[in-house]
Structures are given as C-alpha cells and as structure tokens.
C-alpha cells in the first residue's frame, strides 16, 4: 500500500509554532505536498518537496528525509486564518498523487 | 484567467441513478485529475487523464468512469449510485502529466449527496 500517516488534530496558540509531521512509504516516491483546505472549499497548493531538506516560503516550510520517508510543515507566528486541514501528499511514480487523511489545525487567541 | 471550473456544484441524486460531474482545466493545461472526497478525509484518487489518454487509476470499483476531450476537459461518470457514494469530487489539473513543479490546482468541487 501506499499509506501516508499525519496527526489527525493539532491545536495551537496565535502567534506560536506549530510543526505538523508525515510519513509515507517511499517506494515509488517522486515528490510531496502540502496542501491547505478550509472547510468547505478546495485544497490550495503549499510547498511541494523532491529533494531532502527545508524549502521555505515566508512563515510557512516545509522539510522532507527521502531516505527515512518523512516530511514536516512549520508554520511560524501563526494566525487565527491558519486554522484549517493540512493535507500532506505523495506522488508516487508520476501518475497518482495520493493524499494522507489531513491535519485539522486549531489556532486560539 | 479562469482557474479550474467544475459543474454542477451541488446535486443530490437517489441510489441506483447516475450522475456525471464536468471539469474544465486551467488553459493550456492537459492533464486532468479526479478525486473523491469524503467528510473528515483526505481526497482519494480516481482518475488521471493527459492527454486524452487514462495514465492513473485509483481502487474505486468499474461503476467509475472518465474520459477527457480534445479541448482537455473531462467527466467523470458513476453509475448504480451507492449512499456511499455521497461525497466531494474534486478536479485538478496541471501541465504537465508528472506535477514536477507542484502547481496542481483543484477546483471548489461538485458535492453530491446520494438519497
């Protein structure tokens, strides 16, 4: 199988720092995602990862270990709007981009 | 530019109809993806279409069916509705068949409700 394993709910404080981990099978792995979806509305691209390390894109980054089939997204000085399902997904062998079951982030004041 | 545009938006549909879901992609984008998803889920691949041509198949069983048009727009078909069935289809599309630069963009959905 291709399973993808994420936290299912994480809760955090305004301002602070949240990391949100994956892990995959890495047969076939050709790259992973971040997606974010607000509920009721469709998944927007995040970051996507291939090589092994830290992409960072303003308070959001996101990190990938091929060889140990894990990746992290961080999202720094967070904010209420950032509260949201983080959807972390594979693309195995160029054809199915398959996703894990989402992260259901809760950000409080 | 328009992004990617899928009808009908909502439908509710009773067991053992059929229903067929539109996506048109991002111009000058070919390669077309459907996935299925349900309330509390992350969405769960059907479909990839470039081309013209299936190029991916998720585990849904044969009730399922797409195709993709020469203008690069696709449907998706299910037939013998299950309530099971009641979910979000999401299409995305890119331009490439492998997304190497990660810019898969879905559309808002079409949700359908099986009665």
């Known amino acids: 199988g291709q399973n993808i394993d994420q936290p299912t709910e994480m809760t955090a404080t305004e301002g602070a720092i949240v990391q949100i981990n994956c892990t995959y099978q890495?047969?076939?792995?050709?790259?992973l995602f971040w997606y974010q979806q607000h509920a009721g509305e469709a998944p927007t691209f995040l970051s996507y990862n291939v090589l092994d390390g830290l992409e960072e894109k303003g308070r959001f980054s996101s990190f990938l270990s091929r060889s140990k089939g894990y990746s992290y997204l961080l999202l720094k000085e967070l904010q209420m709007k950032d509260s949201a399902s983080y959807l972390c997904?594979?693309?195995?062998?160029?054809?199915?981009?398959?996703f894990g079951t989402g992260t259901r982030l809760q950000v409080f004041p | 530019d328009a992004g990617v545009t899928q009808s009908p938006t909502h439908l509710i549909k009773t067991r053992g109809q059929q229903v067929t879901l539109r996506c048109s992609p991002i111009s000058g984008h070919k390669s077309v993806s459907w996935y299925q998803q349900v309330l509390g889920q992350g969405p769960q691949f059907i479909f990839q279409?470039?081309?013209?041509?299936?190029?991916g198949r998720g585990n849904f069983p044969d009730r399922f069916s797409a195709r993709q048009f020469p203008n690069y727009s696709s449907e998706l078909n299910v037939n013998a509705l299950l309530l099971g069935d009641s979910a979000l289809y999401l299409c995305a599309s890119s331009l490439l068949q492998g997304t190497t630069t990660g810019e898969l963009f879905f559309g808002e959905g079409s949700r359908l409700t099986v009665l």
């Open positions: 997904a594979v693309l195995y062998n160029t054809d199915k981009l398959i």
């Open positions: 279409y470039y081309e013209k041509e299936e190029r």
């Open positions: 890495t047969s076939g792995f050709n790259g």
